[in-house]
């Protein structure tokens, strides 16, 4: 894995997720709905949002996962576990782009 292609996948994985963003605070944030009247489809509204606000806070969390491997890619310690040093490990690497520490460390 060169760093080239790590970082076109964290781009593109980035792109994804900022999409998904938007369109789940649009959800969240601009509904044209009105409440409805019965209670038990308040009840399912409302564990609709909480599934939306879930899903809108874990893009978050990854859209700043990727910011920190982007930097690392720049900074040149992209394949680096930030806790002990060691080779973070290409095949992780390849699942999870993001990755911040070795296999070892992330146990």
Do not use: W
Request: glycine letters at 4%; hydrophobic letters at 35%; aromatic letters at 4%.
């Amino acid at each position: 894995m060169d760093l080239e292609s790590a970082k076109a996948a964290l781009l593109s994985k980035q792109q994804e997720l900022m999409s998904r963003v938007e369109r789940t605070h649009k959800h969240i944030y601009e509904k044209d709905e009105p409440v409805s009247a019965k209670f038990s489809e308040q009840a399912t509204q409302m564990e609709n949002a909480e599934l939306v606000l879930a899903l809108d806070e874990e893009g978050r969390m990854e859209l700043n996962q990727i910011q920190h491997a982007l930097a690392r890619i720049e900074n040149g310690n992209y394949f680096d576990c930030i806790t002990c040093g060691k080779p973070i490990g290409e095949k992780r690497l390849e699942a999870i782009p993001f990755a911040e520490k070795c296999i070892n460390c992330a146990d």
